[in-house]
């Protein structure tokens, strides 16, 4: 049976990322470790790239945005706070015959591990009932593997920017609307890890959590929330004071989409998921997905691709602060003195309104979340602090989550580049080669040096020169083995967008050129001639 295009696709990304030292498989001299992936030296650079542009964007960039880097073990009360130790699992069914254990939503498309050319749903073997797996390595604190001491590997990088909420919120002196971003390693024993790198049981996120004042508190200072139609899209690069958590979702997923716009990833090879409410986890309010149209995203009748997650920016309510503001019994709240003054000069009947609407949201939340023990007139009488708080200038911020993974971004990056060019010569013999059309800002290397000989002393020098004069500011590499061409057809493959030249011309075999160079554009394969004193602030402009 011919291979499928998209899984062909797939196949000579695969080789390709080993092949020129992207991504190799985990622990390759033992046979592999299913779901871990290794990134070799350009996909190192590449990743690195990337998560430097994402940090620079969110962080660097803007007022209202710090950072943090925590710890990947934390104390497992968080992971009982989140939900992730109830609920964190997939339905597992098990096959009684071949001992495999699949997920219960892909069961049909998941090889028998006994007979790999039979789906597990022609597998005659009898089934169990779906049954849950919770998704979180586990692993012991201290000498003694006893239940007391039993820690996770952090599924998601989110929850420690709850856990430390305050400690951000004073120590960088900021005040709702602000967020804490962080990039990190987050790991989850998924039962079918596939499509390469796309579900992997180690990878990284990229993740901001956006802490907004929520909707009655917006009412209460500035009389109404301004609605999404009130944000045409020229409009909603411009946060509002007024914005409510609507708008502020809108922003977040436009500014992603931006993002990826500017590390090359157009608009058309995007895609959005719009959660329905049966999608939605309880307490989110929306949840956006980015998609992007991978080689192996499913296609419709008519060949367009919907794509798959990269991203998910999530509307979260106040939940995750409430949830460890109960757990640990520590406030998570904030004061806001514009708050209090507001609500005194609020007529009683718009008090009283704001008053109901909060207490039914916090009286909602507690109740979907109340342990066991919990009465619901305890839950009343919570929630109706709560809502007393607001007269205080007291809320507990919502959040907007903009959540990315890594490695799923490197795979987008790489399948977007992946491109054949077939050049036929005089003779009639036809070559296709590779050319990685990565954006500069994240290409691996920026810049190939070359002297056009390497047993010509003078050019040698002044080609060493040149790299020496580009390395402190951009990844340069410096080759002299093989032709041009060939030294070309390398750099394509690597995806390294500009080539540096030093020929006789450099060293003033026609005068007017003395000192020039020749940079080659790997896209159209175009040649200029550019000055070295303006080589570095031409290669800098292209990767800013
Ligand atoms: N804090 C929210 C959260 O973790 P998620 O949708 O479970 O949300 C966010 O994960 C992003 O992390 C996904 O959009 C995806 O890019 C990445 N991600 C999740 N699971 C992954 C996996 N098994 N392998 C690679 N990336 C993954």
Redesign the pocket.
């Known amino acids: 049976m011919a291979e499928p295009k998209e899984n062909l696709q797939m196949e000579k990304i695969v080789s390709l990322c080993k092949r020129r030292g992207f991504i190799f498989q985990s622990s390759e001299i033992y046979g592999g470790l299913n779901g871990f992936w290794d990134y070799g030296p350009l996909g190192a650079e590449l990743k690195r790239n990337v998560k430097e542009l994402w940090w620079n964007t969110m962080t660097r960039q803007r007022d209202d945005v710090a950072g943090l880097e925590a710890t990947i073990i934390m104390s497992p009360e968080i992971w009982k706070a989140s939900g992730h130790v109830a609920t964190f699992s997939d339905p597992m069914i098990d096959c009684k015959t071949c001992k495999g254990r699949f997920r219960a939503d892909q069961i049909s498309e998941i090889p028998c591990p006994q007979k790999p050319s039979r789906m597990v749903n022609e597998c005659a073997g009898e089934k169990t009932e779906a049954r849950p797996f919770n998704l979180m390595f586990k692993t012991h604190t201290g000498p003694l593997e006893s239940d007391e001491n039993i820690a996770y590997l952090r599924p998601?990088t989110?929850q420690a920017i709850f856990a430390q909420f305050k400690n951000v919120l004073e120590t960088a002196r900021q005040k709702v609307p602000f967020g804490i971003a962080q990039v990190g390693k987050a790991f989850?024993n998924?039962v079918t890890p596939r499509n390469f790198t796309?579900?992997?049981r180690e990878?990284e996120?990229m993740?901001l959590e956006f802490f907004i004042k929520p909707d009655e508190v917006i009412q209460a200072i500035h009389g109404s929330v301004a609605t999404i139609s009130e944000n045409p899209q020229s409009a909603i690069r411009n946060p509002q004071s007024n914005w409510g958590w609507q708008a502020w979702h809108q922003y977040w997923v436009e500014e992603r989409v931006r993002f990826y716009e500017g590390i090359g990833l157009a608009r058309a090879t995007l895609g959005f998921h719009h959660q329905t409410p049966a999608e939605l986890a309880h307490y989110a309010r929306a949840c956006t997905d980015i998609l992007f149209k991978f080689p192996f995203s499913k296609k419709d009748e008519a060949g367009n691709a919907a794509g798959d997650?990269?991203?998910?920016i999530a509307a979260r309510s106040d939940f995750d602060l409430s949830q460890h503001q109960r757990f640990s019994g520590k406030p998570m709240g904030v004061f806001d003195e514009e708050l209090r003054a507001a609500w005194a000069k609020l007529p009683k009947e718009k008090q009283d309104d704001l008053w109901k609407r909060y207490y039914e949201h916090r009286k909602n939340y507690l109740t979907k979340s109340a342990k066991p023990d919990e009465t619901p007139e305890q839950i009343s009488q919570q929630a109706t602090e709560d809502a007393n708080g607001l007269a205080k200038g007291q809320y507990l911020p919502h959040v907007i989550?903009p959540?990315?993974?890594v490695?799923?971004l490197i795979l987008a990056l790489i399948a977007n580049a992946y491109s054949e060019v077939t050049k036929t010569d005089d003779k009639g013999k036809s070559e296709t080669t590779v050319v990685m059309k990565f954006h500069p800002r994240v290409a691996p290397v920026k810049v190939g040096v070359f002297p056009l000989l390497k047993n010509k002393p003078e050019l040698v020098a002044k080609a060493q020169a040149i790299y020496e004069l580009l390395r402190p500011h951009l990844k340069t590499v410096y080759d002299d083995g093989g032709s041009i061409g060939k030294r070309y057809a390398r750099q394509d493959e690597a995806g390294t967008p500009f080539c540096v030249t030093i020929d006789f011309d450099t060293l003033g075999e026609k005068p007017e050129l003395l000192d020039t160079v020749t940079v080659r554009h790997r896209d159209d394969g175009k040649q200029e001639r550019l000055k070295i004193s303006e080589l570095l602030e031409f290669l800098l402009s292209k990767i800013r």
Request: aromatic share 10%.
């Open positions: 998601e989110a989850r998924e796309f579900r992997s990878f996120q993740e997650e990269l991203e998910g989550e959540s990315a993974g490695d799923r």
